[in-house]
């Protein structure tokens, strides 16, 4: 399966990000994460469509040493490695695709293009450091990019397309708008054809059949031999009524199927998965404060801390048997998140959550845990147990450090087993699968 490297980018480019981005250039937060949900695509779609070109190559090497990741707001702008690889993927569409991303999120023009750098930093530097973790070459980091030419079609979000940047989405997607349109545009000349091909044989049965009626009735005096005629030929043009209302329904419903799947077909390409990028959003929630023994904790209401402290409080932990009635029942972090392909750095916001557990947990120093961590369906499955088992380790590890590693018995990594979402969902479908979680234990 071919590896996203958007989901590797969208780890740079996190809510702390957004927020910090939103701050410096005087935008709306999501103003700043519309932006990037557009240029991230673009740009992926750019390197993509110049992979065999030896200066990108280079500049996503180069890159990854720059120590560009570290200083996306800042350095960003002034790396003459990304202006350079700019001008050399997207030429003078430059000002088009920024224009248009400003129009599309409502920033101004002047932070669309800090942002078009921005998101080019991480971009190499993402790609860059994940040629290096792995021993990609020159040709290992071309084949990458060109891997995502059958990906970054469906990911750019609804209202902008490659064509409305004036990138000619033709030679970024391959053929396939046109292929579409080509086998509508037949299928509708086809139908055509074969209704009028209908309706001229109807026409000239019943004029056949006229005719003999006339010359019939024009030779025979008495008043019964009509009805010879008339009977057969009223059946044939209701027989010919029919059948031509049948193509004329044929072809409506065929023409109306071509036009959807047409339409459809343009909407997968104009909608994007969204991480920092735009997704659907999900029912809001609001932070509370849940009482943890006169202690006010900031949580969700039936979020992971309001479950776990009314578990403990109703006795059902110091009840439990043994560890088989507890180890169905597990507990989903809320905010605790790693940055993509990292096990070792959790995204802005996340320790706050992990100070609550904490507090839980000292607070009942009789209960238990044991932390799991989990991945969605993409990618190899040994990797995937490796990274999720790496990333309970470290949640372990810091909840040790705050001095309840006693209370903590094991940490495990799932991978993929549990995974629920098909691998070719959205990268918003399959973020329901990537979760750290606790469950009590024995």
């Given amino acids: 399966m071919s590896l996203n490297v958007i989901d590797l980018i969208k780890g740079q480019l996190g809510p702390a990000l957004v927020s910090q981005a939103a701050s410096q250039f005087g935008e709306s937060e999501s103003g700043i ?12 779609g750019g390197l993509a469509n110049n992979a065999d070109k030896p200066g990108v190559v280079d500049a996503i090497t180069q890159a990854s040493s720059s120590g560009i990741l570290g200083n996306l707001l800042g350095g960003s702008s002034s790396n003459p490695i990304i202006s350079n690889l700019l001008s050399s993927i997207f030429g003078d569409k430059i000002s088009g695709l920024i224009n248009s991303i400003a129009s599309f999120s409502g920033v101004s023009n002047t932070t669309a293009g800090s942002l078009l750098n921005l998101v080019t930093g991480a971009t190499v530097g993402t790609v860059g450091k994940y040629a290096a973790d792995n021993n990609l070459g020159a040709s290992g980091v071309s084949s990458l990019l060109n891997d995502q030419k059958g990906i970054i079609s469906s990911l750019l979000p609804a209202g902008l397309s490659l064509a409305s940047f004036g990138l000619g989405a033709e030679n ?3 053929q396939a708008k046109e292929t579409v349109s080509s086998v509508t545009s037949t299928a509708k000349d086809n139908i055509a054809e074969g209704v009028a091909t209908a309706r001229e044989n109807v026409s000239e049965g019943a004029r056949e059949v006229r005719e003999r009626f006339e010359n019939n009735n024009n030779n025979n005096q008495g008043g019964g031999s009509i009805w010879k005629w008339l009977l057969p030929l009223l059946l044939l043009l209701a027989a010919g009524y029919f059948l031509w209302k049948q193509c004329e329904k044929k072809q409506t419903t065929t023409t109306t199927t071509s036009t959807s799947d047409s339409a459809a077909t343009s909407s997968t390409a104009d909608t994007a998965t969204t991480g920092t990028a735009t997704p659907v959003p999900a029912t809001a929630k609001t932070d509370e404060n849940i009482d943890l023994n006169g202690v006010m904790l900031k949580g969700y209401k039936g979020g992971m801390e309001d479950q776990m402290i009314t578990f403990l409080k109703s006795g ?6 043994d560890d088989s009635a507890l180890k169905d029942k597990w507990y989903d972090f809320d905010h605790v998140n790693f940055k993509m392909g990292s096990s070792t750095e959790l995204e802005a916001g996340s320790q706050g959550q992990l100070d609550n557990l904490v507090a839980i947990l000292k607070a009942f120093p009789d209960a238990k845990i044991k ?13 995937n147990v490796k990274l999720s088992k790496a990333r309970a380790e470290y949640i372990k590890a810091a909840l040790a450090k705050a001095g309840v590693g006693a209370q903590v018995i094991a ?7 549990f995974a629920t979402v098909d691998a070719k969902a959205s990268d918003a479908e399959r973020a329901a699968d990537r979760k750290m979680s606790v469950r009590f234990a024995k």
Wanted: hydrophobic letters at 35%; a neutral charge.
């Fill in 411 to 417: 940490a495990d990594g799932y991978g993929s087993q």
């Fill in 316 to 321: 059902a932990y110091k009840n439990a048997a």
């Fill in 371 to 383: 932390v799991g961590g989990y991945t969605d369906k993409t990618g190899n499955e040994a990797s």
């Fill in 172 to 174: 970024w997607f391959g």
């Fill in 33 to 44: 994460s519309k932006a990037i949900g557009g240029l991230l695509p673009a740009v992926v």
